[in-house]
């Protein structure tokens, strides 16, 4: 029996769905009602839709006591959102903080669990110049000088190997046109990031801003002045 993609196109094709979705791309966990105030809907109405992407699978929850916690389904749900928005036409901007936020989610922002916009491209690419990478189809391959940049970097890289996912994948970054690193690797770099503060996640988006330790970090380790 083939997939029933009119059923999943039905449902992206929802603009308060499509909302929901777009806010759990930062990968983190939500309330329900967190949600409703990211669409601009009533809490009874995000229920309702949160139950549709539930059957779909698109989409998972997290209970804890009386209190219910939803995230994306997986890495490949997240993929595949990242492709709509890459062939979507841009929305409108009509505010000054609509234009604001647009910029910030270009510059540097969440995909899933991995970093993207224009600072996640800029590191790829930094990652295979700098020959500690390698572009093969449309996934990494990591070198032997890229080994010893991730035990330097402090990434465990046997650690992200035997992870039940893809190890390093390219993504196709929706604002820049490019790719930028995916996968477990990709995660490995975001967390290490966010772990050693130099860079920190803006509240109410998905946005990423990189910190004054930031820069002189992207400076070091990918030669990048921000």
């Known amino acids: 029996m083939n997939p029933n ?6 449902l992206l094709s929802d603009p308060t769905r499509s909302s929901i979705l777009l806010s759990l791309m930062d990968g983190r966990i ?6 409703a105030y990211f669409a601009k809907i009533k809490p009874q109405t995000a ?3 949160l139950h549709k992407l539930l059957e779909a699978q698109l989409i998972s929850v997290e209970k804890h006591g ?8 997986n890495a490949d749900a997240a993929k595949v959102i990242e492709q709509l928005l890459s062939i979507s036409p841009d929305s409108k901007v009509k505010s000054f903080n609509d234009s604001k936020e647009k910029s910030d989610l270009h510059f540097a922002r969440t995909c899933y669990d991995h970093l993207a916009g224009y600072i996640g491209v800029q590191v790829t690419h930094s990652l295979v110049e700098q020959g500690f990478l390698r572009k093969a189809d449309l996934q990494y391959e990591v070198t032997s000088e890229g080994s010893l940049f991730l035990k330097d970097f402090g990434v465990d890289e046997e650690k992200q190997r035997n992870k039940r ?3 390093a994948l390219c993504c196709l970054d929706w604002s820049e ?3 930028h690193l995916a996968g477990a690797l990709g995660h490995a770099l975001l967390d290490r990031m966010l772990e050693q503060q130099w860079i920190v996640r803006m509240p109410k ?3 990423i801003k990189v910190t004054q330790s930031g820069k002189a970090a992207f400076e070091h380790y990918f030669k990048l002045s921000i």
């Open 5 to 10: 993609i009119a059923k999943v196109a039905s």
């Open 30 to 35: 939500h309330p329900a009602g967190e949600l």
């Open 47 to 49: 229920s309702f839709h």
């Open 66 to 73: 009386r209190h219910r916690y939803y995230k994306l389904a």
């Open 165 to 167: 996912r893809a190890f």
């Open 177 to 179: 046109r490019q790719h």
């Open 205 to 207: 988006t998905r946005a």
